[in-house]
Protein backbone atom coordinates (compact mmCIF):
# COMPACT_ATOMS: atom_id res chain seq x y z
CA UNK A 1 0.00 0.00 0.00
CA UNK A 2 1.09 3.19 -0.65
CA UNK A 3 1.38 6.11 1.33
CA UNK A 4 -1.23 8.64 1.50
CA UNK A 5 1.18 11.57 -0.60
CA UNK A 6 4.30 11.51 -1.63
CA UNK A 7 4.97 14.40 1.29
CA UNK A 8 3.14 11.96 4.42
CA UNK A 9 5.63 9.22 5.73
CA UNK A 10 3.88 5.90 6.41
CA UNK A 11 6.63 4.74 8.23
CA UNK A 12 9.62 6.20 10.13
CA UNK A 13 13.14 4.54 10.76
CA UNK A 14 15.53 6.46 13.32
CA UNK A 15 18.78 4.61 13.40
CA UNK A 16 21.14 5.97 16.01
CA UNK A 17 25.20 5.22 16.60
CA UNK A 18 25.67 6.09 19.95
CA UNK A 19 28.58 8.25 20.21
CA UNK A 20 29.13 8.46 16.62
CA UNK A 21 30.59 12.02 15.70
CA UNK A 22 32.18 12.95 12.12
CA UNK A 23 35.73 11.07 14.14
CA UNK A 24 33.85 7.55 14.21
CA UNK A 25 32.36 8.52 10.63
CA UNK A 26 35.78 9.06 9.15
CA UNK A 27 37.91 6.32 10.65
CA UNK A 28 35.04 3.63 9.38
CA UNK A 29 35.34 4.99 5.87
CA UNK A 30 39.10 4.99 6.21
CA UNK A 31 39.72 1.66 7.60
CA UNK A 32 36.77 -0.16 5.75
CA UNK A 33 37.20 1.92 2.08
CA UNK A 34 40.28 4.37 1.74
CA UNK A 35 40.55 7.86 0.87
CA UNK A 36 38.16 7.91 -1.98
CA UNK A 37 35.39 5.70 -0.32
CA UNK A 38 31.87 6.43 1.02
CA UNK A 39 29.87 4.93 3.71
CA UNK A 40 26.00 4.11 3.02
CA UNK A 41 24.58 6.98 5.28
CA UNK A 42 26.96 9.68 3.93
CA UNK A 43 24.41 8.64 0.15
CA UNK A 44 21.72 9.93 2.08
CA UNK A 45 20.48 13.01 0.52
CA UNK A 46 19.56 15.60 3.16
CA UNK A 47 22.69 16.42 5.56
CA UNK A 48 22.53 18.08 8.79
CA UNK A 49 24.62 19.49 11.99
CA UNK A 50 23.08 18.84 15.20
CA UNK A 51 24.00 20.20 18.49
CA UNK A 52 23.52 18.31 21.82
CA UNK A 53 24.09 19.91 25.17
CA UNK A 54 21.93 18.78 28.02
CA UNK A 55 19.74 21.14 30.20
CA UNK A 56 22.41 21.26 33.18
CA UNK A 57 25.83 21.02 31.08
CA UNK A 58 27.00 21.89 27.89
CA UNK A 59 28.04 18.04 27.23
CA UNK A 60 25.49 15.55 27.56
CA UNK A 61 25.20 12.42 28.56
CA UNK A 62 23.40 9.50 26.20
CA UNK A 63 20.64 9.86 28.85
CA UNK A 64 19.57 13.59 28.16
CA UNK A 65 21.00 13.53 24.55
CA UNK A 66 18.66 10.28 23.94
CA UNK A 67 15.53 11.94 26.08
CA UNK A 68 16.05 15.24 23.83
CA UNK A 69 15.56 13.34 20.47
CA UNK A 70 12.89 11.51 21.19
CA UNK A 71 11.16 13.80 23.54
CA UNK A 72 11.87 17.44 21.93
CA UNK A 73 12.54 18.79 25.73
CA UNK A 74 15.78 19.35 27.16
CA UNK A 75 16.43 17.47 30.68
CA UNK A 76 19.51 17.18 32.53
CA UNK A 77 22.09 14.17 32.34
CA UNK A 78 21.57 10.79 33.72
CA UNK A 79 17.64 11.59 33.04
CA UNK A 80 15.83 9.54 30.75
CA UNK A 81 12.09 10.66 29.68
CA UNK A 82 11.40 13.07 32.05
CA UNK A 83 11.84 17.76 32.24
CA UNK A 84 14.37 19.05 34.29
CA UNK A 85 11.36 18.88 36.83
CA UNK A 86 11.57 15.08 36.86
CA UNK A 87 7.76 14.89 35.21
CA UNK A 88 7.37 12.29 33.06
CA UNK A 89 6.90 13.39 28.93
CA UNK A 90 5.87 11.09 26.04
CA UNK A 91 8.42 10.55 23.68
CA UNK A 92 7.98 10.46 19.70
CA UNK A 93 7.34 6.51 19.96
CA UNK A 94 4.55 7.41 22.60
CA UNK A 95 2.89 9.98 19.76
CA UNK A 96 3.04 7.17 16.96
CA UNK A 97 1.90 4.73 19.29
CA UNK A 98 -1.06 6.89 20.55
CA UNK A 99 -1.50 7.37 16.55
CA UNK A 100 -2.53 3.71 16.02
CA UNK A 101 0.99 2.83 14.57
CA UNK A 102 3.24 0.00 15.33
CA UNK A 103 6.26 0.70 17.18
CA UNK A 104 9.82 -0.79 17.93
CA UNK A 105 13.16 -0.15 19.53
CA UNK A 106 16.47 -1.82 19.28
CA UNK A 107 20.02 -2.01 21.16
CA UNK A 108 23.50 -3.14 20.66
CA UNK A 109 23.87 -2.98 24.71
CA UNK A 110 20.69 -3.38 26.78
CA UNK A 111 17.38 -2.48 25.78
CA UNK A 112 17.00 -0.69 29.22
CA UNK A 113 19.86 1.23 28.43
CA UNK A 114 19.44 4.93 28.04
CA UNK A 115 19.01 4.97 24.36
CA UNK A 116 16.15 2.77 23.93
CA UNK A 117 14.66 3.55 27.33
CA UNK A 118 14.40 7.28 26.15
CA UNK A 119 12.17 5.96 24.00
CA UNK A 120 9.84 3.68 25.73
CA UNK A 121 10.34 4.70 29.32
CA UNK A 122 10.62 7.55 31.83
CA UNK A 123 13.00 7.53 34.72
CA UNK A 124 14.64 10.00 36.56
CA UNK A 125 18.01 8.30 36.74
CA UNK A 126 19.43 5.91 34.18
CA UNK A 127 22.40 4.51 37.17
CA UNK A 128 18.98 3.29 39.43
CA UNK A 129 15.80 2.89 37.12
CA UNK A 130 16.56 -0.25 34.82
CA UNK A 131 14.32 -2.59 36.45
CA UNK A 132 11.79 -0.20 36.36
CA UNK A 133 12.58 0.28 32.52
CA UNK A 134 12.33 -3.29 31.69
CA UNK A 135 8.29 -3.37 33.07
CA UNK A 136 7.82 -0.18 31.19
CA UNK A 137 8.53 -1.97 28.15
CA UNK A 138 6.14 -4.24 29.13
CA UNK A 139 3.88 -1.65 30.56
CA UNK A 140 3.93 0.40 27.07
CA UNK A 141 3.02 -2.68 24.98
CA UNK A 142 6.04 -1.88 22.19
CA UNK A 143 5.62 -4.17 19.52
CA UNK A 144 8.90 -5.13 19.01
CA UNK A 145 12.25 -5.29 21.86
CA UNK A 146 15.92 -6.39 20.57
CA UNK A 147 19.05 -6.32 22.32
CA UNK A 148 21.01 -7.27 25.43
CA UNK A 149 19.94 -6.25 28.89
CA UNK A 150 18.03 -9.96 29.70
CA UNK A 151 19.16 -9.92 33.25
CA UNK A 152 16.64 -7.14 34.33
CA UNK A 153 13.66 -9.16 32.67
CA UNK A 154 14.31 -12.17 35.79
CA UNK A 155 12.10 -12.43 38.56
CA UNK A 156 15.47 -11.60 41.01
CA UNK A 157 15.01 -8.39 39.43
CA UNK A 158 11.52 -7.81 39.37
CA UNK A 159 10.32 -8.64 42.84
CA UNK A 160 9.49 -12.33 42.03
CA UNK A 161 7.46 -11.63 38.80
CA UNK A 162 9.47 -13.53 35.14
CA UNK A 163 8.87 -10.22 32.75
CA UNK A 164 9.41 -12.40 30.18
CA UNK A 165 6.66 -14.91 31.01
CA UNK A 166 4.94 -11.93 31.03
CA UNK A 167 5.53 -10.75 27.59
CA UNK A 168 4.87 -14.42 26.64
CA UNK A 169 1.35 -14.64 27.96
CA UNK A 170 0.77 -11.42 26.09
CA UNK A 171 1.50 -12.80 22.82
CA UNK A 172 5.18 -12.13 22.29
CA UNK A 173 7.39 -14.42 20.57
CA UNK A 174 10.45 -15.03 22.41
CA UNK A 175 14.19 -15.15 20.84
CA UNK A 176 17.46 -15.50 22.63
CA UNK A 177 19.70 -16.52 19.92
CA UNK A 178 20.36 -15.38 16.31
CA UNK A 179 18.84 -18.67 14.93
CA UNK A 180 15.40 -18.37 17.30
CA UNK A 181 15.28 -15.00 16.02
CA UNK A 182 15.38 -15.70 12.17
CA UNK A 183 12.58 -18.65 12.58
CA UNK A 184 9.97 -15.56 13.91
CA UNK A 185 7.91 -15.39 10.93
CA UNK A 186 4.37 -15.69 12.14
CA UNK A 187 4.55 -13.21 15.41
CA UNK A 188 3.03 -9.88 15.54
CA UNK A 189 5.06 -8.53 18.51
CA UNK A 190 9.00 -10.01 19.66
CA UNK A 191 10.83 -9.52 22.42
CA UNK A 192 14.36 -10.62 22.02
CA UNK A 193 16.88 -10.40 24.57
CA UNK A 194 20.56 -11.92 23.56
CA UNK A 195 22.58 -11.19 26.44
CA UNK A 196 22.13 -10.91 29.84
CA UNK A 197 24.05 -7.57 30.01
CA UNK A 198 25.64 -5.78 26.97
CA UNK A 199 25.87 -7.37 23.45
CA UNK A 200 28.85 -8.44 22.39
CA UNK A 201 31.27 -6.09 19.90
CA UNK A 202 31.47 -7.59 16.41
CA UNK A 203 35.56 -7.98 17.34
CA UNK A 204 35.34 -10.67 19.33
CA UNK A 205 31.83 -12.40 18.10
CA UNK A 206 34.35 -14.49 16.67
CA UNK A 207 36.70 -15.54 19.59
CA UNK A 208 33.68 -15.81 21.73
CA UNK A 209 31.18 -18.19 19.41
CA UNK A 210 28.71 -15.50 19.95
CA UNK A 211 25.31 -16.64 18.79
CA UNK A 212 23.82 -13.11 18.84
CA UNK A 213 22.34 -11.43 15.61
CA UNK A 214 24.00 -8.70 14.36
CA UNK A 215 22.19 -4.67 14.19
CA UNK A 216 20.96 -5.66 10.23
CA UNK A 217 19.77 -8.53 11.45
CA UNK A 218 17.52 -7.31 13.89
CA UNK A 219 16.82 -4.32 12.18
CA UNK A 220 15.43 -6.50 9.57
CA UNK A 221 13.46 -8.58 11.75
CA UNK A 222 12.18 -5.80 13.49
CA UNK A 223 10.77 -4.19 9.65
CA UNK A 224 9.25 -7.51 8.91
CA UNK A 225 7.32 -7.96 11.67
CA UNK A 226 6.53 -4.21 12.20
CA UNK A 227 5.39 -3.66 8.80
CA UNK A 228 2.84 -6.16 9.29
CA UNK A 229 0.28 -3.43 10.85
CA UNK A 230 -1.80 -1.71 8.16
CA UNK A 231 -0.78 1.83 9.25
CA UNK A 232 2.70 2.06 8.88
CA UNK A 233 5.45 1.88 11.79
CA UNK A 234 8.19 3.99 14.35
CA UNK A 235 11.52 2.13 14.60
CA UNK A 236 14.49 3.05 16.52
CA UNK A 237 17.59 0.92 15.85
CA UNK A 238 20.72 1.81 18.00
CA UNK A 239 24.04 1.12 17.03
CA UNK A 240 25.00 1.32 20.53
CA UNK A 241 28.68 -0.36 20.85
CA UNK A 242 30.26 2.31 19.04
CA UNK A 243 30.29 4.94 21.94
CA UNK A 244 31.01 2.08 24.37
CA UNK A 245 34.77 1.45 21.97
CA UNK A 246 35.36 5.62 21.91
CA UNK A 247 35.12 5.48 25.49
CA UNK A 248 38.13 2.64 25.37
CA UNK A 249 39.88 4.45 22.89
CA UNK A 250 39.70 1.73 20.19
CA UNK A 251 39.71 2.59 17.19
CA UNK A 252 39.84 -1.00 15.51
CA UNK A 253 36.46 -1.72 17.33
CA UNK A 254 35.12 2.04 16.58
CA UNK A 255 35.77 1.08 12.99
CA UNK A 256 34.11 -2.18 12.97
CA UNK A 257 30.98 -1.12 15.08
CA UNK A 258 30.72 2.11 12.88
CA UNK A 259 30.74 -0.56 9.75
CA UNK A 260 27.77 -2.72 11.09
CA UNK A 261 25.85 0.49 11.73
CA UNK A 262 26.26 1.48 8.62
CA UNK A 263 25.09 -2.32 7.37
CA UNK A 264 22.21 -1.51 9.23
CA UNK A 265 21.54 1.91 6.59
CA UNK A 266 22.26 -0.45 3.79
CA UNK A 267 19.48 -2.58 4.92
CA UNK A 268 17.01 0.17 5.96
CA UNK A 269 17.95 1.97 2.37
CA UNK A 270 17.11 -0.98 0.36
CA UNK A 271 13.85 -2.05 2.28
CA UNK A 272 12.61 1.55 1.34
CA UNK A 273 13.93 1.93 -1.79
CA UNK A 274 11.00 2.14 -4.29
CA UNK A 275 8.28 2.72 -1.76
CA UNK A 276 8.44 6.50 -1.22
CA UNK A 277 6.45 5.87 2.10
CA UNK A 278 9.07 5.99 4.52
CA UNK A 279 11.09 8.57 6.18
CA UNK A 280 14.68 7.58 7.33
CA UNK A 281 16.87 9.70 10.18
CA UNK A 282 20.57 9.06 10.97
CA UNK A 283 22.21 10.34 13.64
CA UNK A 284 24.21 10.38 16.73
CA UNK A 285 23.04 11.31 20.69
CA UNK A 286 26.24 13.14 20.90
CA UNK A 287 30.48 12.78 19.88
CA UNK A 288 32.83 11.11 22.44
CA UNK A 289 36.57 11.02 23.11
CA UNK A 290 37.07 13.84 20.28
CA UNK A 291 37.87 10.77 18.26
CA UNK A 292 39.43 11.96 14.90
CA UNK A 293 41.38 10.34 12.22
CA UNK A 294 44.64 11.83 12.47
CA UNK A 295 47.08 12.42 10.05
CA UNK A 296 49.74 10.18 11.72
CA UNK A 297 47.14 7.13 13.07
CA UNK A 298 48.92 3.86 11.76
CA UNK A 299 45.86 2.28 9.43
CA UNK A 300 47.57 -0.68 8.91
CA UNK A 301 48.59 -1.91 12.51
CA UNK A 302 45.04 -1.07 13.56
CA UNK A 303 43.95 -3.01 11.49
CA UNK A 304 45.47 -6.47 12.25
CA UNK A 305 44.27 -6.46 16.04
CA UNK A 306 41.77 -8.89 16.26
CA UNK A 307 39.86 -8.68 19.56
CA UNK A 308 38.54 -5.48 21.23
CA UNK A 309 40.58 -3.97 24.47
CA UNK A 310 37.57 -5.30 26.72
CA UNK A 311 38.69 -9.09 25.61
CA UNK A 312 42.36 -8.50 26.16
CA UNK A 313 41.73 -6.82 29.69
CA UNK A 314 40.20 -10.40 30.77
CA UNK A 315 43.16 -11.82 29.40
CA UNK A 316 45.56 -10.26 32.11
CA UNK A 317 45.88 -11.83 35.28
CA UNK A 318 46.47 -11.11 39.03
CA UNK A 319 49.38 -11.48 41.94
CA UNK A 320 47.73 -12.33 45.79
CA UNK A 321 47.27 -8.35 46.28
CA UNK A 322 44.73 -7.62 43.03
CA UNK A 323 48.31 -6.14 41.33
CA UNK A 324 48.17 -6.68 37.67
CA UNK A 325 50.53 -8.92 36.83
CA UNK A 326 53.48 -6.98 34.40
CA UNK A 327 54.31 -10.49 32.34
CA UNK A 328 50.72 -10.55 31.68
CA UNK A 329 50.32 -6.87 30.49
CA UNK A 330 53.73 -7.69 28.21
CA UNK A 331 51.96 -10.58 26.74
CA UNK A 332 48.30 -9.19 25.91
CA UNK A 333 49.79 -6.24 24.24
CA UNK A 334 52.19 -8.54 22.38
CA UNK A 335 49.68 -11.45 21.40
CA UNK A 336 46.68 -9.08 20.69
CA UNK A 337 47.79 -5.84 19.68
CA UNK A 338 51.21 -6.84 18.09
CA UNK A 339 52.74 -4.25 20.42
CA UNK A 340 55.87 -5.27 22.26
CA UNK A 341 56.16 -2.32 25.28
CA UNK A 342 59.22 -1.85 27.36
CA UNK A 343 59.39 -2.75 31.22
CA UNK A 344 58.96 1.41 32.14
CA UNK A 345 55.72 1.34 29.22
CA UNK A 346 54.55 -1.67 31.35
CA UNK A 347 55.02 -0.14 34.43
CA UNK A 348 53.13 3.07 33.44
CA UNK A 349 50.59 0.85 32.13
CA UNK A 350 49.92 -0.78 35.81
CA UNK A 351 50.39 2.72 37.60
CA UNK A 352 47.72 4.54 35.63
CA UNK A 353 45.56 1.43 36.35
CA UNK A 354 46.23 2.24 40.04
CA UNK A 355 45.49 5.82 39.98
CA UNK A 356 42.63 5.68 37.26
CA UNK A 357 39.41 6.68 39.73
CA UNK A 358 37.46 7.27 36.81
CA UNK A 359 33.81 9.21 37.73
CA UNK A 360 31.89 6.84 35.69
CA UNK A 361 32.02 3.34 34.78
CA UNK A 362 35.32 2.26 37.06
CA UNK A 363 34.70 -1.41 35.92
CA UNK A 364 36.32 -0.66 32.56
CA UNK A 365 39.29 1.39 33.55
CA UNK A 366 41.55 -1.52 32.40
CA UNK A 367 40.28 -1.51 29.08
CA UNK A 368 39.98 1.61 28.66
CA UNK A 369 44.02 1.72 29.42
CA UNK A 370 44.58 -1.36 27.13
CA UNK A 371 42.78 1.63 24.41
CA UNK A 372 44.46 4.43 25.22
CA UNK A 373 47.91 2.85 25.33
CA UNK A 374 47.26 1.22 21.82
CA UNK A 375 46.05 4.70 20.41
CA UNK A 376 48.93 6.81 21.77
CA UNK A 377 51.31 3.67 20.53
CA UNK A 378 49.55 3.62 16.90
CA UNK A 379 49.17 7.96 17.18
CA UNK A 380 45.21 7.81 16.77
CA UNK A 381 43.67 10.92 17.38
CA UNK A 382 41.69 11.04 20.70
CA UNK A 383 41.31 13.12 23.93
CA UNK A 384 44.14 12.10 26.76
CA UNK A 385 43.26 9.58 28.99
CA UNK A 386 43.19 12.10 32.24
CA UNK A 387 39.86 13.86 30.21
CA UNK A 388 38.04 11.10 30.38
CA UNK A 389 38.96 9.93 33.84
CA UNK A 390 38.01 14.02 35.18
CA UNK A 391 34.82 14.02 32.77
CA UNK A 392 31.42 13.33 34.28
CA UNK A 393 30.04 11.66 31.13
CA UNK A 394 33.86 9.22 30.52
CA UNK A 395 34.66 11.58 27.36
CA UNK A 396 31.62 12.80 25.73
CA UNK A 397 32.22 15.72 24.11
CA UNK A 398 29.70 18.91 22.61
CA UNK A 399 31.45 18.40 18.73
CA UNK A 400 28.32 18.67 16.71
CA UNK A 401 26.86 15.75 15.23
CA UNK A 402 25.61 14.62 11.66
CA UNK A 403 22.42 14.28 10.86
CA UNK A 404 21.66 12.24 7.41
CA UNK A 405 18.01 11.77 6.28
CA UNK A 406 16.08 10.50 2.97
CA UNK A 407 12.56 9.87 1.84
CA UNK A 408 9.14 12.08 2.45
CA UNK A 409 10.01 14.82 5.00
CA UNK A 410 13.72 14.58 4.80
CA UNK A 411 14.37 17.81 3.21
CA UNK A 412 13.36 19.04 6.58
CA UNK A 413 16.79 18.08 8.26
CA UNK A 414 18.97 20.74 7.19
CA UNK A 415 21.10 23.68 8.21
CA UNK A 416 22.21 23.10 12.42
CA UNK A 417 19.84 22.25 14.19
CA UNK A 418 18.91 21.08 18.31
CA UNK A 419 18.46 17.36 19.26
CA UNK A 420 14.88 18.39 20.36
CA UNK A 421 14.18 19.68 17.15
CA UNK A 422 14.51 15.43 15.35
CA UNK A 423 11.10 14.20 17.13
CA UNK A 424 9.16 17.51 16.30
CA UNK A 425 10.38 17.24 12.31
CA UNK A 426 9.61 13.35 12.03
CA UNK A 427 6.01 13.87 13.54
CA UNK A 428 5.21 16.86 11.84
CA UNK A 429 6.65 15.00 8.53
CA UNK A 430 4.56 11.91 9.06
CA UNK A 431 1.07 14.11 10.65
CA UNK A 432 1.27 12.38 13.69
CA UNK A 433 -0.32 14.41 16.65
CA UNK A 434 3.00 15.36 19.15
CA UNK A 435 3.53 18.32 21.36
CA UNK A 436 6.65 18.36 23.14
CA UNK A 437 7.04 18.52 27.40
CA UNK A 438 2.84 16.69 27.27
CA UNK A 439 2.27 13.43 28.95
CA UNK A 440 -0.94 11.27 27.36
CA UNK A 441 -2.02 8.62 29.33
CA UNK A 442 -1.97 5.11 27.71
CA UNK A 443 -5.60 4.02 26.32
CA UNK A 444 -5.76 0.38 27.30
CA UNK A 445 -6.55 -2.02 24.82
Same mark, same amino acid.
Given at each position: ???????TP??????????M???A???A???????T?A?? /?? !?L??? *?L??????? $?YV???????????T????N??????D?N? $????????????D? !????I?S?????D?? +? #?????????R?TG???I???L?????? %?????GA?????????????I??? !?????G? *?T??? =?L??????K?LL?????????? !?L??EV? $??? =???? @?? /?? *?K?????S??????F??? =?????D??????D??G???E?? &??????K? %??N? #????N?T????? #??H &???G?S???TM?????????V??E?????L?F??? $?E???E???? %????? #????????EV?QF??????N?T??????????????T?????KA????R???A????G??T?N?? +??F?A? @??? &?N????I?????S??????A? %??F? @??E??A??? =?
Amino acid at each position: MQAETKNTPKNVILLIGDGMGLGAIEIARQLEYGKTGALH /ME !KLEHV *ALMRTYSAN $NYVTDSAAGGSAIATGVKTNNESIGVDVNG $NEVDSVLDAFQNDG !KKVGIISTNMVVDAT +P #AAFGASVPNRWTGSAHIARQLFDNRID %VILGGGASYFGADKQNGVDLIKKF !KNAGYGI *ATTKE =ELSSMDKTKKLLGLFHPTYMNF !KLDKEVL $NSQ =EPSL @PE /MT *AKAIQTLSKGDKGFFLMS =EGARIDSMEHAADFTGIWKETI &EFDQTVKE %VMNW #AKNRNDTLIVVL #ADH &ETMGISASETMDIAALKKIPVSTEYMSKQLTFNGN $NEINPESVAS %VFKKH #AHISLTDQEVRQFIDNVRKNRTLVYPQHRIDWEIGSTIARHHKAGVADRSIRAASSTGGHTANMI +PVFAAG @PGS &ENIDGVIENTDISKIITKAAG %VPFT @PGEHKAKSE =E
